[in-house]
């Protein structure tokens, strides 16, 4: 029975280890019990670990890639966390949702995270929620900051049709948003060092400025381009002009390059502190890869959003990320 657990487990590439609580000997009926019981809750969990993988493939594909090159230690609360945060993601994104149905939502994730650092939440609805039960599981073993899970999901209460009003203001944003998540990928291994925790903070605000720029083509008019009305103004730019992406328009080209231009900035500041980033990181930090390959191909496309290399995958960042992979680069 031992070995069936172990090789559900190693199906799903994740060291979970619950092997250990299959008793080696079944003296009474009772223990029979208590070893079934063990085995549910470790199947369970298994299903919990492989819902999360699959949720992350589906929706966000390219950390799916950089999430499998991480070690195997890593790698399972490293889905967790990616998984909570595509959850919190899906609960505002989309043209069907209404303003009021995704703030319940956000308050339910919020509201479940206190619930995750609770040691006695398994009677709640934690446990019935895959998402949730690996969540709980992670906070369990790692010593994570509830702050930053928190501004996960306070990032998002942002109204979807508010512009940002300077460059500036759109940095907070994808500090909030995506540097958070970084924060929390560097504390599950367990390194704490100030020149990190910058590397990690650029390099957050250059992969959300980049996010944000990818989703124009496909957020539609209900949703306000990324683009800070500071910089439209200073081009003479409406946000209706940026929608259309219309091939030739140099006054939305300059806007794209100017915000574009700020996440290559965050994103060089970032790599300019490789050498104080201990190798175990740099795996945690491959999300730079698909980051820089964007910007990339952006700029080869004289920052047309709406260009056909700029709205698909990128067919090439597996190779890449296994080739930064091997030689320890991010």
Known sequence: MRRLVRSWNDRLLLNAGYGKYIARHAGSQQQIKTNKEHVGDAESNGHGAKHCMNLVKKYDYENYLSTLLLPRELRR???AL?????????????KTIEPQIGKLRLKFWYDSINKCF???????????????????NTVGTRKLSRIYLRRLVTARERPVNKAFESLKELEEYAEQAFSSLLHLLVEVSEVRDVQVDHAASHLGKAQG?????RAVPLAGRKQVVCVPIEVLIRHGVS????????SGDKGVEECIFEVASAANTHLTLARQLHDQVPRLVRKI???AVSTE????RLRRANFQLTHKSCVGRDSMLPARLLWKSLFNRF
């Open 239 to 246: 946000q209706e002009r940026i929608i259309r992406g219309e």
């Open 82 to 94: 990616r998984a909570f945060n595509v959850e919190i993601s899906r609960s505002v994104s989309g």
């Open 209 to 213: 400025i980049a996010t944000l720029l």
């Open 77 to 79: 609360a490293a889905f």
């Open 285 to 287: 930090f491959l999300s």
């Open 118 to 136: 609770e040691e006695d939440s398994q009677g709640s609805y934690i446990k019935d929620q895959p998402v949730l039960r690996e969540l709980k």
């Open 293 to 296: 390959g964007y910007l990339e």
